[in-house]
């Protein structure tokens, strides 16, 4: 398996241009299911997880041309709504299949996800939704079983905000008859990134990108040209380094109206952040100012940030208390970081992090995307080498991280393993 290695000390310069996101080509791409003709995507992150759901899309009939960022799926052809184990088990957004294939073929057979290192990741209200819309589900032998002669529009109300929930039902409910509201729905910039694409196709929603989404269902859908949309979580990435490092990166292609909450929160700890139109430029300061951090439904802070932004207090000058209220696992990244000589402390879904002089490089592994993002960045302020391991969860989600970094100035480099 691949290692990345990491020498601390370098301060970051220059500039990095960001990447489509991965979680809005996932339910964009599924949203291909919708239509009997061929969809072009451009801007699409050349990630496992895209590369995971292509094959999944292929074996459910689609043809699909791939020479990143351009993407073609043809779903003419869809003659399967079997999404086996051996599929759906690599990427759990598979799940996304469920909507689109049971509101195109009336019928979805979808392996259950299971959980991750980050949580038990349910799909309870994706199922209750269905059934809202007329479907029968079953749960047997590790599978969700759909049907629906026809699906006919309801009012669902999420327990919680789900973004792939939301996405599963918009999908399902856009070829319903009726209207369809969705309450306490994602607010999410991929989930109003999938309405705007189905809008195109020529689904009738409003209220996307509030708590309150209506979906009149139409007869059939058109195939699209759409380009996918800037990923906030990678470019956030990118500005925390900047910060961690006392650098002067110009994070590119970003969408900065995406990224409220950490600007705000990253000017708390003293980096200067100047805002262009597609653009961020990220100055550290010499002294990072510790703050405190909840993670949010969008917009308030990502989750998806919390790992990368714990590095930042964990040398900073003073205490930090960072809650996940999100996924009830989340700080596996933390005894990691103990080891590069992080003093935090986990009680429940908080974490007390006190500063630092510096931290130490050392030999760690990476347990989930983000999490093994944090140890990058750890590694580049961290004093000597860091040595990554199962950089495998890197690769579902950042593209080409080691050359950006580099290109940045960054002493790192990818060792094949
Ligand atoms: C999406 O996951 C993202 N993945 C995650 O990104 C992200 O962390 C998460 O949203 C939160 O922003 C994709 O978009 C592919 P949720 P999702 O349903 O949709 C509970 C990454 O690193 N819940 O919004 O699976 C759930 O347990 C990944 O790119 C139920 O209880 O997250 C969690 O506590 C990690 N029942 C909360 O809701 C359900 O039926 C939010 O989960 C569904 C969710």
Redesign the pocket.
């Known amino acids: 398996m691949d290692q990345i290695i990491v020498e601390g000390g370098k301060r970051l310069a220059g500039e990095v241009v960001i990447s489509g996101a991965?979680?809005a080509a996932?339910?964009i791409l599924a949203s291909s299911l919708l239509t009997d003709g061929q969809n072009t995507y451009s801007n699409v992150p050349a990630l496992k997880d895209i590369e995971s759901i292509l094959v999944l899309l292929s074996h459910l009939g689609s043809r699909i041309e791939s020479n990143y960022p351009f993407i073609r799926i043809d779903a003419a052809g869809l003659n399967n709504y079997d999404a086996p184990y051996d599929l759906v088990r690599k990427m759990?957004?598979s799940i996304?299949v469920l909507g689109p294939l049971l509101a195109r073929m009336k019928r979805a057979k979808v392996s259950l996800p299971g959980g991750c290192a980050?949580?038990?990741?349910?799909?309870?209200?994706?199922?209750k939704g269905l059934s809202l819309l007329g479907a029968e589900i079953e749960l047997q032998h590790g599978y969700v079983e759909a049907r629906a002669d026809r699906l006919r529009g309801n009012e669902i109300f999420f327990?919680?905000?789900?973004?792939?929930?939301t996405?599963n039902l918009m999908m399902a409910a856009v070829l319903a008859e009726g209207t369809t509201v969705l309450r306490n729905a994602?607010r999410?910039p991929?989930v109003v990134a999938l309405a705007e694409v189905l809008k195109k196709m020529g689904a009738k929603i409003s209220g996307d990108g509030t708590s309150v989404v209506t979906i009149e269902g139409v007869p059939s859908l058109s195939p699209v040209s759409v380009s996918i949309l800037p990923d906030r979580?990678e470019a956030g990435t990118f500005m925390i380094a900047s910060a961690l490092t006392g650098g002067n990166v110009v994070v590119k292609h970003c969408e900065p109206e995406h990224l409220g909450a950490l600007i705000h929160k990253l000017r708390q700890t003293g980096a200067e952040i100047e805002i262009g139109r597609d653009r961020l430029t990220v100055c550290g300061a010499d002294e990072i100012i510790s703050v405190d951090v909840k993670t949010l439904?969008?917009p308030g802070f990502?989750?998806?940030m919390q790992a990368q932004f714990m590095v930042l207090m964990c040398v900073a000058n003073g205490q930090s208390v960072i809650s996940e209220t999100?996924?009830?696992n989340r700080f596996i990244h933390v005894s990691e970081l103990r080891r590069m000589g992080a003093d935090i402390t986990v009680s429940g879904n908080t974490a007390m992090v006190r500063g630092v002089p510096h931290m130490s490089g050392a030999p760690v592994m990476a347990t989930?995307?983000?999490a093994s993002a944090s140890l990058i960045l750890a590694g580049l302020v961290a004093h000597g080498q860091t040595e990554i391991s199962r950089v495998y969860h890197l690769d579902r989600?950042y593209e080409s991280i080691e050359r950006k970094f580099a290109g940045l100035g960054a002493a790192i480099r990818r060792v094949r393993g």
């Open positions: 991965k979680n996932l339910p759990r957004a996304l980050i949580g038990a990741r349910p799909i309870n209200l994706h199922l327990d919680v905000s789900t973004v792939t929930g996405e994602a999410e991929e979580i439904p969008y990502a989750t998806d999100i996924f009830e989930d995307l983000r989600g």
